[in-house]
């Protein structure tokens, strides 16, 4: 039961350049959700998704897209990456937004990738 | 959206010390995790406590939600516990809010 996995762990990026950032979970959750974590800035919310085929905006979603592509998966894409976008790039998933609860509303966080755009 | 405020921002402690890290919260909430990034960057839940007391081995949780405020106690600390712990809260959906974290250094 590897939990919640991303890939790359690192990138560099040229600015214009696009990318995919990939992530799995295998705990059957429902909801999955993207965060961007910048220095003293704590976390903040990219995307999410309360359940296969739904994606919603989060607190900073310009630049972005993503794609649910089953309940296993959610990516990030950046199609034309800038400067300002260099950060740590985290997924996360949970087992039932709708639900609540402890079980359901806790979330397990993937290990992160670090992207660099020059 | 709601505002996520914890203090002290940076804390260092002698190992075997024991420290209170605050999370005050702007807005009625019903989903208040508490977070631990260890130095490789890895996150950990470690509690969610929308309201009262928990306790998991040598750190407790307390959140008095009529006012807006949670309490993450690390008791006997050792280096382990060094990292940056950050309380992120809801309300009505599991869209959280992180605040900038308690940056916790103990020393051996």
């Known amino acids: 039961n590897a939990g919640v996995t991303q890939t790359p762990k690192f990138q560099v990026l040229k600015t214009g350049q696009s990318m995919t950032l990939q992530c799995a979970q295998d705990?059957?959750?429902?909801?999955m959700y993207w965060y961007r974590q910048d220095p003293g800035m704590g976390l903040r919310l990219i995307y999410y998704?309360?359940?296969?085929?739904?994606?919603d905006k989060g607190e900073v979603p310009n630049g972005y897209n993503v794609s649910r592509l089953n309940k296993r998966e959610f990516s990030l894409r950046l199609e034309s990456a800038a400067p300002s976008q260099t950060s740590v790039y985290f997924c996360a998933s949970s087992e039932d937004e709708v639900a609540g609860g402890p079980s359901a509303d806790t979330q397990y966080f993937g290990p992160g990738t670090r992207l660099t755009v020059l | 959206g709601i505002q996520v405020e914890q203090s002290p921002p940076d804390l260092i402690l002698q190992e075997g010390a024991n420290s209170t890290l605050r999370c005050n919260f702007s807005d009625s909430v019903n989903n208040l995790q508490w977070f631990h990034q260890n130095p490789w960057g890895q996150l950990i839940n470690l509690f969610y406590?929308?309201?009262g007391t928990k306790q998991n081995g040598r750190l407790s949780a307390t959140t008095v939600a009529t006012e807006r405020y949670s309490l993450l106690y690390i008791s006997s600390s050792q280096t382990t516990d060094s990292g940056v712990y950050f309380c992120?809260?809801?309300?009505?959906?599991?869209?959280?809010?992180f605040g900038k974290g308690n940056q916790v250094v103990v020393i051996p």
């Open positions: 705990m059957n959750h429902n909801s």
């Open positions: 406590i929308p309201s």
């Open positions: 998704s309360a359940s296969e085929g739904t994606t």
């Open positions: 992120a809260v809801a309300r009505g959906n599991n869209r959280l809010a």
